[in-house]
């Protein structure tokens, strides 16, 4: 049930943000302090860090939503601590794991730096990883859903290109 609560949750957030709709933030926050416990009680403590560093990043990007950066140098801090926690984790975990951590936080790094062709970029790259990653660990429904989220960051990198003349 945790799964699904998860797996749904994360895809409305996906569809929020790529929306631009700062309710996308708010339920990717309930979907990360969902997902605690979710990748806790499958024993990938690695997905756990990066849940915990994900929220604090969501928190800092609902409180910019639609404003100039004020707190970029706080951002930077959790990603290095994030950084850090995860090298010496690693030694624990996968490097698919560790790829797969690195990648969304990443992109939700450049998400909340509103470098969004970049981010939502990244985010195409991590749900692919995510869905073979839970696949192979046979969480199939939430794989599903990291696979419909390639959609949503593929329709997300669509509406953020650059236009040229033709």
Same mark, same amino acid.
């Given at each position: 049930?945790?799964?699904?609560?998860?797996?749904?949750?994360?895809?409305?957030?996906?569809?929020?943000?790529?929306?631009?709709?700062?309710?996308?933030?708010?339920?990717?926050?309930?979907?990360?302090?969902?997902?605690?416990? @979710? +990748?806790?009680?499958?024993?990938?403590? *690695? !997905?756990?860090? &990066?849940?915990?560093?994900?929220?604090?990043?969501? #928190? =800092?990007?609902?409180?910019?939503?639609?404003?100039?950066?004020?707190?970029?140098?706080?951002?930077?801090?959790?990603?290095?601590?994030?950084?850090?926690?995860? @090298? +010496?984790?690693?030694?624990?975990?996968? *490097? !698919?794991?560790? &790829?797969?951590?690195?990648?969304?936080?990443?992109? #939700? =790094?450049?998400?909340?730096?509103?470098?969004?062709?970049?981010?939502?970029?990244?985010?195409?790259?991590?749900?692919?990883?995510?869905?073979?990653?839970?696949?192979?660990?046979?969480?199939?429904?939430?794989?599903?859903?990291?696979? &419909?989220?390639?959609?949503?960051?593929?329709?997300? #990198?669509?509406?953020?290109?650059?236009?040229?003349?033709?």
């Amino acid at each position: 049930m945790l799964q699904i609560a998860v797996a749904v949750l994360y895809f409305i957030n996906k569809v929020l943000l790529s929306l631009e709709k700062k309710s996308g933030w708010q339920i990717g926050i309930l979907a990360s302090c969902l997902a605690i416990f @979710y +990748f806790y009680s499958l024993d990938l403590y *690695l !997905l756990v860090g &990066l849940e915990v560093g994900f929220m604090a990043i969501l #928190i =800092f990007g609902l409180i910019n939503h639609n404003q100039e950066i004020k707190y970029e140098n706080m951002l930077y801090l959790v990603m290095i601590f994030l950084l850090i926690f995860l @090298y +010496f984790v690693l030694k624990n975990s996968t *490097l !698919l794991e560790f &790829l797969i951590s690195l990648d969304f936080i990443l992109a #939700i =790094f450049f998400l909340a730096k509103k470098k969004d062709l970049v981010g939502w970029i990244f985010m195409l790259l991590g749900h692919f990883m995510m869905g073979y990653f839970t696949y192979t660990n046979q969480q199939t429904f939430f794989a599903i859903m990291q696979f &419909l989220s390639v959609f949503v960051s593929l329709f997300a #990198i669509y509406r953020n290109r650059p236009f040229t003349a033709l």
